[in-house]
């Protein structure tokens, strides 16, 4: 199952900078070798990390005004937002292994500690 959505610039600002979640950005082109390598790392991390890390990509090639903006000089670049800002970058193809420690610290620091009273609702 692709859990990987593609978006547009249209739809960037609602789905990464205003999102509930921390949110990767993959910055690809689908004539790029390491992208499509990439690919179904993504999709699996996207299915591990439901609900907790978004995992989205831009086609640089549709999509250079986003591109430019967020300085992709090079395919596949990966953009790990949270709250709106840019907290970290890869470029070039990220190992699995890398990809998702930095993941889980990143879901981690988001969640509530145990300590913290959770509100309820009836």
Same mark, same amino acid.
């Given at each position: 199952?692709?859990?990987?959505?593609?978006?547009?610039?249209?739809?960037?600002?609602?789905?990464?900078?205003?999102?509930?979640?921390?949110?990767?950005?993959?910055?690809?082109?689908?004539?790029?070798?390491?992208?499509?390598?990439?690919?179904?790392?993504?999709?699996?991390?996207?299915?591990?990390?439901?609900?907790?890390?978004?995992?989205?990509?831009?086609?640089?090639?549709?999509?250079?005004?986003?591109?430019?903006?967020?300085?992709?000089?090079?395919?596949?670049?990966?953009?790990?937002?949270?709250?709106?800002?840019?907290?970290?970058?890869?470029?070039?193809?990220? *190992?699995?292994?890398?990809?998702? @420690?930095?993941?889980?610290?990143?879901?981690?620091?988001?969640?509530?500690?145990? *300590?913290?009273?959770?509100?309820?609702? @009836?």
């Amino acid at each position: 199952m692709n859990d990987v959505t593609e978006i547009l610039g249209e739809n960037f600002a609602a789905e990464v900078l205003n999102a509930a979640t921390p949110v990767l950005v993959d910055f690809y082109a689908p004539w790029c070798g390491p992208c499509k390598m990439l690919a179904p790392i993504l999709d699996t991390l996207a299915g591990e990390f439901a609900g907790k890390v978004k995992i989205v990509k831009v086609n640089v090639d549709e999509e250079p005004e986003l591109a430019y903006r967020f300085r992709v000089t090079g395919v596949p670049t990966l953009k790990l937002f949270h709250k709106g800002e840019v907290v970290e970058t890869f470029v070039g193809l990220a *190992s699995a292994r890398t990809l998702k @420690t930095r993941l889980e610290e990143i879901a981690a620091a988001r969640a509530p500690a145990e *300590s913290e009273p959770q509100a309820c609702f @009836t």
